[in-house]
T-cell receptor
């Protein structure tokens, strides 16, 4: 199984809502990532978990809260988002350390109204 | 910033032609990777070239790396309509842990 599965595929939420994005992989990878991608732009790194510990937070606003319950799962909790947070949110995993190739999920297209 | 810049930003060619995309980056790297993204989808890894390698092939793909110029190129030979996608280079800077930073991307359109 070489898949990274993200749910939901699409999400529309109001600025007062709380929602969560989910990501799952069963490749035994020990590093997992959240990227944010605006239209016609490259993916921007948000968070990195390495061996289930948060190792990188790219100064992301606290309205985004990541969680790694176990080595296969990665969540991104969303609260009080702004319309400018509308984007494609991509989860990825890699075997372990930096330099390994990333396996990406198909993403969650998020719209904040 | 470590981010790479790619040129051209957009490229339109006919099926059967070759497509060349270039990537320049700013800091020393451990390796450089190329990814492909179909519209609105996740990225797919194409090829990885290490900093001590100069050229690598994978099927119809050829990647070169010139660390003295901090640049890389991706050549797709005998292109097909299915190659239509955005292509991104990505680098991990020396000393940066688990941090893969993507370049600005090239949008390739292959006309049938």
């Amino acid at each position: 199984d070489t898949e990274v599965t993200q749910t939901p595929k699409h999400l529309v939420m109001g600025m007062t809502n709380k929602k969560s994005l989910k990501c799952e992989q069963h490749m035994g990878h020990r590093a997992m990532y959240w990227y944010k991608q605006k239209a016609k732009k490259p993916p921007e790194l948000m968070f990195v978990y390495s061996y289930e510990k948060l190792s990188i937070n790219e100064s992301v606003p606290s309205r985004f809260s990541p969680e790694c319950p176990n080595s296969s799962l990665l969540n991104l909790h969303l609260h009080a988002l702004q319309p400018e947070d509308s984007a494609l949110y991509l989860c990825a995993s890699s075997q372990d350390r930096v330099g390994r190739k990333l396996f990406f999920g198909s993403g969650t297209q998020l719209s904040v109204l | 910033s470590q981010q790479g810049e790619e040129d051209p930003q957009a490229l339109s060619i006919q099926e059967g032609e070759n497509a060349t995309m270039n990537c320049s980056y700013k800091t020393s790297i451990n390796n450089l990777q190329w990814y492909r993204q179909n519209s609105g989808r996740g990225l797919v890894h194409l090829i990885l070239i290490r900093s001590n390698e100069r050229e690598k092939h994978s099927g119809r793909l050829r990647v070169t790396l010139d660390t003295s110029k901090k640049s890389s190129s991706l050549l797709i030979t005998a292109s097909r309509a299915a190659d239509t996608a955005s292509y991104f280079c990505a680098t991990d800077g020396k000393g940066a842990t688990n941090k893969l930073i993507f370049g600005t991307g090239t949008l390739l359109a292959v006309q049938p």
